[in-house]
Each structure stands twice: as C-alpha cells, then as structure tokens.
C-alpha cells in the first residue's frame, strides 16, 4: 500500500497545450534541475545575474546558437509549484513543429519525456494534492456541461475530501479506543461501540446513494427510446432535441439503426437513443437493427416505452413493456394530437404514464420533468453538496461499510474485541484509498493514465 509520499528526482518534461496551431503554446519541465535545463536553451533579452521566480523572462530558445522560437519563460522553486518540486514553464507560439523542436532540445540536454498525468502524479507523490483533487482536475478537463464543470470544481475545493477525513478520523479515535480496552474486557461498553459502528455506517451509506447522481454528472445517462414499429419514436427525439435529426415516415420500420444524440435536462448531460421498431423482423437489415435496439434497451439508465395513445393496447406494446421490467423506464403514450384512449391508463396504472404528441409538442416539458425525476436529478440539496463520490470511490466505501458490518456483528460476542479491531482497521484503510492515505501503486497508475501528456 503507498502510504508515505516521497520526493521523485528525475527531470521531465512535456507540451501541456493541446497539439494544432494556436496563438501560443506551453512546455513544462519539472524536477531537480529545471532551472539549469531552461538556462541551457535560454536567452534572455537582458542581461540577468540570477533568474528569480515567478517573474516572466522574455528571450529566445535556442539550439547550438539557432533561435527556434521567441518566448518568455517561468520558473517555480520547490516546494511551491503545482507539483512541489523544482519547475519551469516556456510559452512560446503554438505549432506541433516549433514546440516539437523545443522538446527535442531539451531532451538532448537532459529531461525525458513526460508520462501522461505525470506532473499531476508528482504533485500527489509530493503531497500537494490529495487523489480526490486530482480525479476533480479529470472531471474538470472532460465535463460535457456547465453543471458537471461546477461539480467538478466543488470537489477540487475539498468538501468530499474534508468528509473522508472526518470519517476516517473518527474510525482512527475508535480503534484507539478499542485496542486500549482489549486487555480490559470489564470495561467494555458493547451498546456504545455498537452505536459508533451504527453512526459510521449512517454517514458511508450516505456518500454510497450519491454513486448514481456523480456518475450521471460525470458521464451522463442514456436514455433508450423503445417501441413497436409507427409509435412515433423518431419523432419524439426530434421533439426532444428540437431539430429534425432522425427520418421520419409513416411507413413501419423507417429506423433500421440506432440513432445517438447528446442532450441536456437541467444541465446533466444525457443521450437519447432512437431504435429500430421491435417486432418480429423482415429481413437481416431490419433484425440487426432489432438486435442493436435490444442492446441499446439493457444499456440505458431510463427507458421511454412508447406507445401509440390513440389506439388500443397491442400484444407488440405488452410484449415491450414486459421486456423492461426491472429497468427505470415511463410509459410515453404518443400521438395526443389524435385523440385518448382510455386502455393505457386502465391496463398500466401501476406505471408511470405520460400523455405527449411529438407532432405538437404537447407533454414534451412534463417528459423531460419525469425523465429528470426517475434519474434523480431533481434531488437539488443532494447535487448542491458537492459530495458526490465516483465509481472507484464506490468501491472502497462499499469494502469499509462490510467491514464495520462484519464489527457490529461480533460487538456483543465474548472476548471478540480484538475481531472487531481488525474489522475498523480494514474499514480505515478502505476508506483512506479514496484520498491516497491508503493506496496501491496500481490504483495510482490507473488515475493518472487518464490524463493527457503535459498535465
């Protein structure tokens, strides 16, 4: 497990600035040495005794007297850079050619090229950041919408991991408790540590029902738009979206593929996924389309069933509605604009139904309402917290709560005190996987190959 963060000597270096032509670009270079290897390839405008730091320096990167470029330059001492060691930032123009032949100058002075996360990695190994910081700076990089941006800068501010902390620090006063107590069994107080297993639990069971709301915020949901054939599918994404994106037609079986499209319900970020009809297919095109619609119905978070409103339930509808069971899905009786038929809501009763025409757009605002409801996006004070914890995250909270589970149980057993030290051990170092106190070399590297080369 890592628990001591340590101190990483080599010299890297890499372009932090997306590759293309841009107004500017910028290198980075980190480690002992850094300063020396930018004075290797640097020329400043003025004459200067000592390069001071966080001043900018304008001058000219050069190789064997030749100017590549015209720049300023940037350097950080350690311990006060992003990355806690000794660091140097070049902004020169943008260009993969020019920024390329910097690169190649300064890894034949010295430096090697950086690994993808590796200044990020560094400032973790240094304590500057703790693991929950810098999955948030990932979040931050690849959020698909204002919200999931804002979710993501909550957490670089600290609120979940000041709540791992707290957690596992009362675990920790526990566990002293328990050990100084194990060879004074009379003073034992089973009710009490039950009721500090209890409130532990409580608060993991807490962060655990946020795993859905941050995965969505992260990633997004899908949301499959199922039905027999002529329902009006491909119309009703077009009325979501509100553009024509998918053909429409009255003949049956129009949609032979799956059709993807991104979309936002107060600020999440969804797809909708428009299918083929699913019925018994007329040819391979149209069964392969059927087999890809039935892929896209497993995969959802939400499925909209829809179904024609106007005319009598089928044995194709019943056929659909009874594939979905078990799934989060509404019922979405299409085509108002062509009259009610009062069997949906007789037959379906226990589900929940909405009523919209895709041609008028009537209901389409009260769909979207629902949809953000089965997903729980409206659960506002629960978003608002800015503690919602990821998948990996999932894992160790899931791993502690069975551990404080397995401790509870033996609390009232006979000379079982040292079991139930063992169990809140376990649940410490669960928990302290979340922000790095407690952590593999594995678990690291898999964080930090999610980043892009130069952060």
Same mark, same amino acid.
């Given at each position: 497990?890592?628990?001591?963060?340590?101190?990483?000597?080599?010299?890297?270096?890499?372009?932090?600035?997306?590759?293309?032509?841009?107004?500017?670009?910028?290198?980075?270079?980190?480690?002992?040495?850094?300063?020396?290897?930018?004075?290797?390839? !640097? &020329?400043?405008?003025?004459?200067?005794?000592?390069?001071?730091?966080?001043?900018?320096?304008?001058?000219?990167?050069?190789?064997?007297?030749?100017?590549?470029?015209?720049?300023?330059?940037?350097?950080?001492?350690?311990?006060? +850079?992003?990355?806690?060691? =000794?660091?140097?930032? @070049?902004?020169?123009?943008?260009?993969?050619? #020019?920024?390329? +032949?910097?690169?190649?100058?300064?890894?034949?002075?010295?430096? *090697?090229?950086?690994?993808?996360?590796?200044?990020?990695?560094?400032?973790?190994?240094?304590?500057?950041? &703790?693991?929950?910081?810098?999955?948030?700076?990932?979040?931050?990089?690849?959020?698909?919408?204002?919200?999931?941006?804002?979710?993501?800068?909550?957490?670089?501010?600290?609120?979940? $991991?000041?709540?791992?902390?707290?957690?596992?620090?009362?675990?920790?006063?526990?566990?002293?408790?328990?050990?100084?107590?194990?060879?004074?069994?009379?003073?034992?107080?089973?009710?009490?540590?039950?009721?500090?297993?209890? *409130?532990?639990?409580?608060?993991?069971? /807490?962060?655990?029902? +946020?795993?859905?709301?941050?995965?969505?915020?992260?990633?997004?949901?899908? #949301?499959?738009? @199922?039905?027999?054939?002529?329902?009006?599918?491909?119309?009703?994404?077009?009325?979501?979206?509100?553009?024509?994106?998918?053909?429409?037609?009255?003949?049956?079986?129009?949609?032979?593929?799956?059709?993807?499209? $991104? !979309?936002?319900?107060?600020?999440?970020?969804?797809?909708?996924?428009?299918?083929?009809?699913?019925?018994?297919?007329?040819? =391979?095109?149209?069964?392969?389309?059927?087999?890809?619609?039935?892929?896209?119905?497993?995969?959802?978070?939400?499925?909209?069933?829809?179904?024609?409103? +106007?005319? /009598?339930?089928?044995?194709?509808?019943?056929?659909?509605?009874?594939?979905?069971?078990?799934?989060?899905?509404?019922?979405?009786?299409?085509?108002?604009?062509?009259?009610?038929?009062?069997?949906?809501?007789?037959?379906?009763?226990?589900?929940?139904?909405?009523?919209?025409?895709? /041609?008028? $757009?009537?209901? @389409?605002?009260?769909?979207?309402?629902?949809?953000?409801?089965?997903?729980?996006?409206?659960?506002?004070?629960?978003?608002?917290?800015?503690?919602?914890?990821?998948?990996?995250?999932?894992?160790?909270?899931?791993?502690?709560?069975?551990?404080?589970?397995?401790?509870? $149980?033996?609390?009232?057993?006979?000379?079982?005190?040292?079991?139930?030290?063992?169990?809140?051990?376990?649940?410490?170092?669960?928990?302290?996987?979340?922000?790095?106190?407690?952590?593999?070399?594995?678990?690291?590297?898999?964080? !930090?190959?999610? !980043?892009?080369?130069?952060?």
């Amino acid at each position: 497990m890592f628990h001591v963060k340590h101190q990483v000597d080599d010299l890297i270096a890499a372009i932090a600035t997306p590759r293309g032509q841009g107004g500017m670009g910028i290198i980075r270079i980190s480690g002992k040495g850094a300063v020396a290897l930018l004075l290797k390839v !640097f &020329s400043p405008k003025k004459k200067i005794l000592k390069i001071k730091p966080r001043r900018v320096y304008y001058g000219w990167i050069k190789k064997e007297g030749q100017v590549i470029d015209e720049a300023t330059a940037i350097t950080y001492p350690q311990p006060k +850079s992003y990355t806690g060691e =000794e660091m140097v930032e @070049i902004i020169g123009h943008g260009g993969n050619v #020019v920024l390329r +032949s910097i690169m190649k100058e300064l890894l034949r002075r010295g430096a *090697r090229e950086a690994e993808p996360g590796e200044f990020t990695k560094r400032a973790f190994i240094n304590g500057k950041i &703790s693991l929950i910081k810098a999955e948030s700076i990932i979040d931050l990089i690849s959020a698909k919408t204002e919200k999931a941006a804002s979710y993501a800068s909550s957490q670089m501010t600290g609120k979940l $991991g000041e709540r791992v902390k707290e957690m596992r620090g009362k675990l920790v006063d526990l566990l002293a408790s328990e050990e100084s107590k194990i060879d004074y069994p009379e003073e034992e107080d089973s009710h009490e540590i039950g009721q500090e297993i209890e *409130r532990a639990i409580k608060g993991i069971n /807490k962060l655990i029902e +946020s795993g859905p709301i941050g995965k969505i915020i992260r990633e997004g949901a899908r #949301v499959a738009i @199922i039905g027999k054939p002529n329902v009006g599918k491909s119309s009703l994404l077009n009325a979501l979206l509100e553009e024509e994106r998918a053909i429409i037609s009255k003949e049956p079986g129009t949609t032979r593929d799956t059709i993807e499209e $991104g !979309f936002e319900v107060d600020g999440f970020p969804l797809v909708l996924v428009d299918t083929a009809g699913l019925r018994v297919a007329k040819g =391979e095109p149209e069964e392969k389309g059927i087999e890809r619609a039935k892929k896209a119905k497993n995969e959802a978070e939400v499925i909209l069933v829809v179904v024609d409103g +106007s005319k /009598k339930i089928e044995k194709e509808d019943r056929v659909v509605i009874k594939e979905t069971e078990g799934q989060k899905r509404i019922i979405v009786a299409n085509k108002a604009d062509l009259g009610e038929n009062k069997s949906w809501e007789r037959e379906l009763k226990k589900l929940l139904i909405t009523k919209t025409s895709a /041609k008028t $757009g009537v209901g @389409i605002k009260k769909l979207i309402n629902k949809i953000s409801g089965v997903l729980g996006l409206d659960k506002k004070e629960e978003i608002a917290n800015g503690l919602q914890v990821n998948e990996r995250h999932l894992g160790s909270l899931e791993r502690a709560k069975e551990a404080l589970i397995r401790a509870n $149980g033996e609390v009232c057993g006979a000379n079982q005190r040292e079991i139930v030290a063992i169990e809140i051990k376990e649940a410490i170092e669960a928990i302290g996987e979340i922000d790095g106190e407690t952590v593999s070399e594995e678990v690291i590297k898999q964080i !930090f190959k999610k !980043f892009c080369v130069g952060k």
